[in-house]
Each structure stands twice: as C-alpha cells, then as structure tokens.
Nanobody, 124 residues
Framework: QLQLVESGGGLAQTGESLRLSCVASGFFLRFYSVGWFRQAPGKEREGVAC????????DYADSVKGRIILSRDNAKNTVYLQLNVLKPEDTAVYYC?????????????????WGQGTQVTVSS
C-alpha cells in the first residue's frame, strides 16, 4: 500500500517552532515532489510550500514566507516542514502530499497521495 503519515504537530506557544514529518511507505518519496497544505477551521485548504525531487523549495502562503524550512532525508524516506516563529493563525491541520512529478505545484489536484494530517495549535 502507498501511505503518507504526518507527525510532529501539537500545541505550541506563539514564537516557538515545530518540525513536522512526512514519512512515506510503499514507495520512494525521493521520486516525488512533496507539497504541504493546511486547513484552518472554517477556512479553505491552502498550499503552504513544496519541495522538488532535487530539493528546491517553493513557499506559497504569504503568511509563512521566511518562517519555514523544507528538507528531505531520503534515507529515511521522509520530508520535513520546519515552521518557525509560530503564530496563532498557523493553527490548522497540516497535510503532506506527494506528486509523481519532479517539480513543485501549489495545485492540490496534482497530488496523488495524501497523508491523514497532523494538528498544529498555536496559543497566543
């Protein structure tokens, strides 16, 4: 089976950092571009950022630009999202998704495999 599992979410205070993990099983994540998306209560899903197969990253959400670091550990079949200087508006369920294309896209419809999401809650 093809599976993505996010972890690392939880409760954090404003200004703190979290590192989210996206672990793939059943396929090699290094052959996929990986996008991160989030959905806050009562809001539409938005693209956060993406990392290509070569490690090139793209930030999509204006609210997170300059505060995130995407990285890959191919040996662990894992992609990480480091979210720094957390703000209450970062509160959302964060999803990772894999696209069998080398390059990145903010279009969620292009991603074929999705994780179950991990909750990030930031207190003021």
């Amino acid at each position: 089976q093809l599976q993505l599992v996010e972890s690392g979410g939880g409760l954090a205070q404003t200004g703190e950092s979290l590192r989210l993990s996206c672990v793939a099983s059943g396929f090699f994540l290094r052959f996929y571009s990986v996008g991160w998306f989030r959905q806050a209560p009562g809001k539409e899903r938005e693209g956060v950022a993406c990392i290509s197969t070569s490690g090139i990253t793209s930030d999509y959400a204006d609210s997170v630009k300059g505060r995130i670091i995407l990285s890959r550990d191919n040996a662990k079949n894992t992609v990480y999202l480091q979210l720094n200087v957390l703000k209450p508006e970062d509160t959302a369920v964060y999803y990772c998704a894999a696209n069998e294309v080398d390059y990145c896209s903010s279009d969620a419809s292009l991603y074929s495999h999705w994780g179950q999401g991990t909750q990030v809650t930031v207190s003021s």
